[in-house]
C-alpha cells in the first residue's frame, strides 16, 4: 500500500514537471539557472532555521539519493508564478523517478513551498533528509542511509521544554529504531478549527533504561509543529520524555516499581 503511494506521488510530480516544463518551453526558454525570479528564491527562501534552499540542498545531496536537475519558471492558470527545481534519486534518470519542488511567488513578492512532499524542508535540510530517506526505505531503494535515519543527534531540530530531542534520547540510552517520518499535513479547509498547517515527527525508539518491555522497547514518540509555535508532544513516551530530564524518567519508572 505504501509503495502505490509513493509511486502516486512520483507520477503526480513527474506530471507536475511536464506542465513546468511545456509552459517553460511556451515562454521562450525562461527554464534557466540564472534568471531574476529563480534568483530571488535562492537569496530570499529562507526555512525556519534561517538555512537558504541551496545550503538545504547541498546538505541533503550528501546523505540522501537526490540529484538536483534544472531550475525554471512557470505560471500557473491562476497567474502566479511557481518557480520549480527538477530533481530524481539516481543520476541515470530512470522512468517515473523524476520530481519537482515548486515555490510560488506572488505578486506582493511572498515565497511559499508549493509542493507538499518538500514542504518537510521549512524545518531545516535535517528534516527534510528524513522525509526523503524515509520514502527510500518504503519503495525499496538500495544502500539507503539508515546510519542518518538512524542517529538522534539529527533530531535535535525538535525542540522540547527539556531541550532538544535527540540530546535526549542520547541521554536516556534510547536507540531509533524504524519507521521514521517526517511529514507535512496540509490544513484541510477554512472551517477547520485549528489553525496554521502541521509538521509530524514520528520515531519508535528502544530504550537501555529500567522498566517493562512495553514501555521501553519500541516506544512511539510522536511530536507535532503548527506554524509560528512550539512543538507539542503527542504520544505518551513523547509526553514523558518533554516532562522528565532522561535521569528522572529512570527514577519515575523505579519509584513506580517498574524494573
Not at 24 to 31: D, H, I, L, R, Y
Not at 49 to 71: L, N, P, Y
Not at 123 to 145: C, M, Q, Y
Request: aromatic share 8%; proline share 4%.
Amino acid at each position: 500500500m505504501k509503495k502505490t503511494i509513493a509511486r502516486r506521488l512520483l507520477r503526480f510530480c513527474l506530471g507536475l514537471l511536464m506542465i513546468c516544463v511545456a509552459e517553460a518551453v511556451t515562454s521562450k526558454g525562461v527554464c534557466a539557472d540564472h534568471i531574476p525570479i529563480v534568483d530571488k528564491v535562492k537569496s530570499t527562501w529562507r526555512a525556519q532555521d534561517g538555512e537558504s534552499v541551496e545550503q538545504i540542498i547541498s546538505k541533503v545531496a550528501k546523505v540522501a539519493h537526490f540529484v538536483r536537475r534544472t531550475w525554471g519558471v512557470a505560471r500557473g492558470i491562476d497567474r502566479i508564478e511557481y518557480v520549480f527545481l527538477s530533481w530524481t534519486r539516481h543520476r541515470d534518470h530512470r522512468s517515473l523517478e523524476e520530481c519537482v519542488i515548486t515555490w510560488n511567488v506572488s505578486a506582493e513578492g511572498t515565497i511559499k513551498i508549493a509542493s507538499t512532499h518538500a514542504k518537510p524542508m521549512e524545518l531545516g535540510w535535517r528534516a527534510f533528509a528524513f522525509s526523503l530517506i524515509a520514502g527510500e526505505v518504503t519503495d525499496g531503494e538500495k544502500n539507503v542511509n539508515l546510519r542518518f535515519l538512524h542517529d538522534p543527534t539529527n533530531f535535535n531540530f525538535v525542540t522540547t521544554a527539556q531541550g532538544k530531542l535527540g540530546n535526549l534520547l542520547t541521554r536516556g540510552r534510547c536507540m531509533i529504531v524504524e519507521p521514521v517520518s517526517v511529514d507535512y499535513l496540509p490544513k484541510l479547509d477554512e472551517n477547520q478549527t485549528t489553525k496554521g498547517d502541521l509538521w509530524r515527527v514520528l520515531l519508535l525508539v528502544n530504550c537501555n533504561i529500567p522498566g517493562p518491555r512495553y514501555f521501553t522497547r519500541k516506544g512511539g514518540i510522536t511530536l507535532e509543529i503548527r506554524e509560528g509555535q512550539e512543538w507539542e508532544p503527542q504520544s505518551f513516551f513523547a509526553r514523558r520524555i518533554a516532562t522528565f530530564p532522561p535521569g528522572l524518567l529512570i527514577t519515575w519508572n523505579q519509584r513506580n516499581g517498574t524494573r
